[in-house]
């Protein structure tokens, strides 16, 4: 038994507010999710019910507001997830921006829910070292949650949740702990990397341009409006002939003529512009 009610008014009410203020789209399968969650919230109001929680997250508490949001949206994710997109960045992305950038020796790389910051840390695990001496290359890490982005700043991660990081790259790119439980992300991965809070559907400060962009595991949250939104919204910021890979469950339609598929989520802006 519920220890709060919760009604499809209740769920209805909330699914709004989040859609309103980031586009995730909440289908009735995540109901259960959505009172799990925000009943932790309401207990550490002191609160009794949703209807009360909800007068709360709309009488202009900015705080709570932010705690509504890091609380519905999900972050999960590993080191090296989707091999194959680090794999075409070592051995077909870097060669071009080697070439394509050798005048400006200037490399702009975006992740784009960036959660706790496994993503980032392996691109940068990935990149660093490669370019030579006198390259500005710098790497933006975004997400909504403002909770994920202070881990993912800390860089410290439990010993359970470095798996997919190779012995060598551990040893090379990780200090451990002296009790062995866990890891820190050494210095030089982290100063590659600038992390920012971002809400995708509101205005983006950066202007690029971005030779690769990295939005994976996000766009499943979003309909189709908001997505053609972002697709266009990235392909203004990548630079000529530049990069964005998507996750493995999510697509591009076919109408995007703007992007050329490669494969395996994997995207290039197109040529003709």
Not at 10 to 31: E, M, N, T, W
Not at 87 to 109: F, G, H, Q, T
């Amino acid at each position: 038994m519920r220890e709060f009610t919760f009604t499809d008014d209740d769920f209805d009410g909330l699914s709004k507010r989040v859609y309103k203020a980031c586009g995730i789209v909440l289908g009735p399968h995540k109901k259960e999710m959505v009172y799990s969650r925000i009943a932790r919230r309401i207990r550490a109001n002191n609160l009794t019910s949703f209807k009360q929680y909800i007068e709360m997250v709309d009488s202009n508490d900015t705080d709570e507001f932010s705690h509504f949001i890091n609380a519905i949206t999900t972050n999960l994710t590993s080191f090296f997830r989707e091999k194959h997109h680090f794999d075409y960045l070592s051995n077909v992305v870097i060669p071009l921006l080697l070439e394509r950038n050798s005048a400006s020796k200037r490399v702009r790389i975006w992740s784009a829910g960036c959660s706790t910051g496994e993503e980032p840390y392996s691109i940068a695990m990935t990149i660093l070292g490669r370019f030579p001496s006198g390259w500005d290359v710098k790497i933006l890490a975004t997400d909504l949650d403002s909770n994920v982005l202070l881990k993912a700043q800390t860089g410290v991660y439990s010993a359970r949740n470095i798996t997919g990081v190779e012995e060598s790259e551990l040893k090379k790119w990780f200090l451990k702990s002296p009790n062995g439980e866990s890891y820190k992300v050494k210095p030089a991965l982290q100063a590659l990397i600038s992390f920012k809070r971002l809400n995708l559907l509101e205005s983006w400060p950066m202007k690029g341009p971005f030779d690769l962009i990295f939005c994976r595991n996000v766009l499943i949250y979003f309909d189709k409006e908001t997505k053609d939104q972002l697709f266009a919204g990235y392909y203004k910021l990548l630079a000529p002939k530049g990069h964005l890979f998507i996750g493995h469950s999510e697509t591009m339609g076919k109408e995007h003529v703007e992007f050329t598929n490669l494969g395996k989520t994997m995207y290039q802006k197109a040529a003709y512009e």
